[in-house]
Every structure is written in structure tokens, then in C-alpha cells.
């Protein structure tokens, strides 16, 4: 166990059980939504508010307490996450294929902004550009606010 200050919610204990229960098979928000709904302990339960496919508020919350318990350090299994499947705790390759697929994206996300960066930084400078503006020059104006034309 990896101590942190992250404390987990009766909701979230309900839902690391609920997958133990379940440990071989892929559980989607709806079947996790369904087998939780009903619990006798208001704050164990879900709430759904009627939007398609569990993207609203429970699916939010499901992902948001899937992270928790993976950050509590509280349990040794990782419970890993798969857009078309759903959730489950994690075999060794299934980790690994979850990591990859993870890293990759995050690689994504720091190049795209990396490249914003690089772009705010040209703000109020000029570029010589000869076949493109009239006079030659063109100023590199990224932001609005105050003080902006």
C-alpha cells in the first residue's frame, strides 16, 4: 500500500468491491449504475440524470471515482478503463496496453500545447514576410483584452 491523503468516499469502497465481485469482466456505467442504484445507503448510490449513454453526471462521477481509487493507494489492484468495455481491475497486459494507450495520449496533449506556447510567445512580434502583406511586415497579435485591437 502507498499511503496518501486521498480518503476514499463509501460510494467509492462500494464501487472497488463491487468490481472485486466481479474481478474477471468489463463492467460498463450503465451495468455499474444498475447493480449500485439500488443500494439501501443514499450516498452509496449513483444519481442519474437522464442523459444518454451515462455521459452526464454518472459517468463523470464513475470516472472521477475510478481515479480516486486508483490514486488512493489503498488497494493493491489498478482498476483500468476502456472507452467501448468499461471498467475492470487490471491483468498485467491489460495494464500495460492501458499504459500505453495512456502515455500516448498524454504525448499528444503536451505536444498540442507545447505548440500553443511556441504561439503565444510570437504575440506583438513582427514577421517579415515578402509575398504575403502588402508592406512586407505583419504582427503576430494572438491575444484579446484590454488594451487589444
Not at 58 to 71: F, S
Request: aromatic share 10%.
Amino acid at each position: 500500500m502507498i499511503p496518501t491523503k486521498i480518503r476514499l468516499t463509501g460510494r467509492q469502497y462500494a464501487l472497488r468491491r463491487l468490481l472485486m465481485e466481479r474481478s474477471g469482466e468489463w463492467l460498463t456505467a450503465k451495468q455499474i449504475f444498475s447493480l449500485m442504484g439500488f443500494s439501501l445507503i443514499k450516498e452509496d448510490r449513483y444519481e442519474w440524470d437522464g442523459k444518454a449513454n451515462f455521459t452526464g453526471t454518472v459517468g463523470r462521477e464513475i470516472v472521477a471515482d475510478v481515479e480516486a481509487i486508483n490514486a488512493s493507494g489503498a488497494f493493491d489492484k489498478i482498476v483500468v478503463s476502456d472507452r467501448s468495455k468499461g471498467y475492470k481491475l487490471a491483468t498485467k497486459e491489460e495494464y500495460e496496453r492501458y499504459s500505453r494507450s495512456r502515455w500516448k495520449s498524454l504525448k499528444r496533449s503536451i505536444k498540442g500545447l507545447s505548440q500553443l506556447d511556441w504561439q503565444a510567445r510570437l504575440d506583438r512580434q513582427t514577421v517579415i514576410r515578402f509575398d504575403a502583406v502588402p508592406y512586407g511586415e505583419d504582427v503576430h497579435d494572438c491575444f484579446v483584452g484590454e488594451g487589444r485591437q
